[in-house]
């Protein structure tokens, strides 16, 4: 059987305008299946709950059929906003944000504290769009019925996606492709304020009957994979598979020829959450100028994306103190296209993914496609680490490790010098492993196994 023009139901919270790295992915794969044949439709959440929005990127996508519902608020959310009411009417609203973060999320043992913690936690279990489960499921049973569904896809974080997901198949009786972007139970980065163990057991739990429910398993890289078949030894093998990000060579063609700056630019796109900091790549820059072997009117450093601070610290105010002012700018979030630019442009790509040890950032691929060498940030066995040595892109730096930073900065730098780094280029046989990572590929793997799911369907 011809399986071009079956329907698959997405289900993905973060999609257009939503501005978070996790509306990347949802869309390459829908614009992926898209393009060979599949018909995808995209239940998500309307956009009024979406924090940061790039309108920009929703006008492109008038081609997908997109789904949109409400949701009600977490308990988490709720104790947020009268908490912030409260404050505001006392006129303390300057100091709300630290309240908020002293009290729900403190490991204070006092039993009154650890009581409110717990019903907030367990009133956001999995995640804080768990109201979003009932409108889902009864507009995803809907479109099931409307465009003759053939499989469903539900991709995490945020994980009400995958229990959204489950109901529709298990009522619909359609088969189930569940993919996980992060851990979920295991995820070393939820912090002590961000869980209990009664919260940790019940999403241990919930991620055992989504694993065992659905047809398929899909992970984003083949150490979370390993990790997570190790988990579930029970599991057949056959339900395992690795599909990872990547990027869309389309959108770097479409800019047309871009060369890089003309000083020497090091660029960082993201933001400095969880463990990323900026501070190893400016005291190692620092280093080198104030030992003469780089130029300041030569050099630029760009953060771009919700880089104003990093671990409480105004990101400005530290390269001021190394004396790094007048060379690092900081930008808020850019349209997307101004993003790749900045790629382009850009002689090193830093990349952090330290404490990451089975995930690989998202912004990875879209380096891989800018062309750019890419200074990586995280462990030696990480899985990103992995993927930086297969393809040949870059070098890893262990995190603290300045010797070695300042080592690469310096080859790199003296080779922009003598004008012999404009171009990365790549073996052959790296720029084939590259592109083992392009969107078209993906999505080929990514229907194949939507096809096997469909026919035992």
């Known amino acids: 059987m011809d399986w071009r023009g079956c329907s698959v139901l997405l289900i993905a919270y973060h999609w257009p305008p939503d501005a978070s790295i996790g509306s990347v992915r949802p869309v390459h794969l829908a ?19 979406y924090d940061l929005k790039h309108p920009e990127t929703a006008d492109s996508l008038s081609d997908i059929t997109v789904i949109r519902t409400r949701r009600l608020l ?24 630290e309240s908020v973060a002293a009290s729900v999320s403190s490991g204070s043992n006092r039993w009154l504290a650890r009581l409110k913690r717990n019903i907030v936690l367990l009133g956001s279990i999995p995640d804080d769009y768990v109201g979003w489960i009932p409108f889902a499921v009864l507009r995803g049973l809907h479109a099931v019925r409307k465009y003759k569904i053939d499989c469903v896809v539900s991709t ?21 492709v569940a993919e996980f972007r992060d851990p979920w139970s295991s995820n070393v980065h939820k912090s002590l304020g961000g869980k209990s163990r009664l919260s940790e057991y019940l999403a241990r739990l919930m991620e055992q009957r989504v694993v065992h429910a659905a047809e398929r398993v899909v992970c984003v890289t083949s150490v979370m994979t390993e990790a997570y078949r190790a988990l579930y030894p029970d599991e057949p093998p056959c339900k395992w598979a690795t599909i990872t990000n990547g990027f869309d060579k389309e959108e770097f063609q479409a800019m047309g020829s871009v060369r890089p700056n003309r000083k020497f630019t090091i ?47 105004a990101v400005a105010e530290l390269a001021e103190r190394l004396g790094l ?18 790629m382009r442009e850009a002689h090193v790509l830093l990349l952090l993914a330290n404490e990451q040890p089975l995930q690989i950032p998202g912004k990875t691929f879209e380096y891989m496609g800018a062309g750019r060498r890419v200074l990586a940030v995280t462990e030696n066995t990480s899985a990103t ?4 040595g297969y393809t040949g892109i870059g070098e890893v730096i262990a995190p603290g490790d300045q010797v070695a930073m300042k080592q690469v900065l310096r080859q790199w730098y003296g080779e922009y010098c003598s004008g012999a780094i404009k171009e990365h280029k790549l073996s052959s046989c790296n720029n084939e492993r590259v592109m083992e ?16 799911c469909a026919i035992r369907g």
């Open 31 to 49: 614009h992926g299946l898209s393009r060979i044949g599949w018909r995808p439709i995209v239940l998500t959440v309307d956009e009024r709950y």
């Open 74 to 97: 977490s308990a988490r959310e709720i104790y947020v906003s009268l908490k912030k009411v409260l404050y505001r009417l006392q006129g303390k609203e300057a100091v709300f944000h």
């Open 156 to 176: 995490a974080p945020c994980f009400t996606a995958h229990l959204v997901a489950g109901m529709i198949s298990r009522l619909a009786r359609v088969p189930w």
């Open 267 to 313: 660029t960082y796109l993201g933001s400095f959450n969880y463990s990323r900091r900026p501070h190893l790549l400016l005291r190692s820059v620092g280093d080198l100028v104030s030992e003469g072997v780089m130029k300041k009117d030569d050099v630029l450093i760009k953060f771009i994306g919700e880089c104003r601070y990093a671990g409480g610290q």
């Open 325 to 342: 002012g007048d060379i690092c700018e900081i930008f808020d979030l850019l349209p997307r296209s101004e993003v790749f630019r900045e």
């Open 385 to 388: 680490a992995e993927v930086i």
């Open 437 to 452: 990572y392009e969107w078209k590929v993906l999505a080929a793997r990514y229907a194949a196994l939507l096809t096997t």
